[in-house]
């Protein structure tokens, strides 16, 4: 089988991202540390944001701050905010506006469908999660054998690839009501083939929930190509504020077993969301997928393009990009002695994301003497915590790197230096720490 999904090509080939003209829309790059630029290593749990992003999200809340639904103009012009939201995230994922849903978080959103969902199971009723994924997408699909009396079937993954036990995942599907899986670890990086995937799931009769969150702030999302139900994304992840966004499928989001108060909508995809909507959020939310948008400038000859074409076209550079980036902090951290990676190498079809551990210097040390030096990376097991107990960790976790549209070869290299100084100077780490 394959390993790993590709999604739609852009139109053309990739054109070069302008890291630099990218790079001056983001004011958080000009904090220092110890008069040097901070390189931000971290977005897997959080990407900056460019100034067109949080100006939006100021300017609603003073100018056009109110609720939706009503008859006067800040209300109106929320309701447009809401509207405008809903448009740009069916562009973004390839669906339509009635099938985009908004929340406080994927967390929230999957705890809300899973309970919808888990309504229609009867008892031994078979749901698969896997290990390679954030327990988001996990715990409240295995919260249904209490309270349901489903029958949890766990995934395996392979602790040596990264990637999914295909085969183990196949028998596991046999007779299974909900198949839910990630598109790309947040982990370790491993994306994982969600066309075969499911289609494995929907020959077993299954329901397919997606988290595209970590995959989404390095691939297009294509709902329809990806053969999912559900889909639910995080803009802060793609350089946006801290939202969450479910893509449903219109006749799933009309059949699910909500509970809602009675004044509340009951038509989609209004009936998914509970009470007033994080609208300052949304606006910030869409105007990240207008940034996206935007990164590679229109040429003469498709100056008329959609805003769906825009992004494959950035996308398209944001995977050169990245993958060019991985292969230098690949290669970097792999020439000093000792230190541990895991997932897929470069050449592979995966996000620019790096698992990783310095042998001798608990990985919070780690991250603190890296920061020293302005280098920002995380450790623990980021939700992701059955993953990460399979490569052998335990409560302290591993370290991770991840680049972004915004990383630069010399902010790579200045992370593989300061590994490759802790590596070698770890009893200094820990008396400091």
Known sequence: MKTGYQAPAGPGPARQLDVSTLRSRFPALRRAVA???VAYFDGPGGTQVPAEVADKVRRYLVEHNANAGWNYPSSQETSAVLAAGRSAFADLLGGRPDEIAFGANMTTITLRISRALGQSLRPGDPVVVTELDHHANVDPWKALAGERGAEIRVARMDPA???????DLEEKLQ????LAMGAASNA??????VPTVAGMARAAGALVYVDAVHYAAHKLVDVRAMAADFLVISPYKIYGPHLGVLWGRREHLEALELPRVESSPDQAPERVETGTQSFEAIAGGTAAVDF???????????????RRDRLARTFAALHEHGDRMFRRLWTGINEVPGVRVHGSPPGQDRTPTLGFMIPGIRPAEATAALAERGVFITHGDFYATTVVRR??????????????AYTTAEEVDRLVDGVRELAGAGSDVRSRS
């Not at 007779?175 to 909900?178: I, P, T």
């Not at 370790?188 to 083939?193: A, K």
């Not at 229109?298 to 959609?306: E, K, P, T």
Request: hydrophobic content about 35%; some cysteine; proline content about 4%.
């Open 391 to 404: 490569l052998g960790y335990g409560d302290d976790g591993m370290l991770r790197a991840g680049c972004a």
């Open 188 to 193: 370790i990086g491993t994306i994982t083939d």
């Open 161 to 167: 690839t990264g990637a999914l036990d295909l085969e």
């Open 292 to 306: 996206l948008a935007s990164v590679i400038p229109d040429r003469g000859d498709d100056a008329g393009d959609s």
């Open 35 to 37: 008069g040097r630029p």
């Open 175 to 178: 007779g299974a009501r909900l």
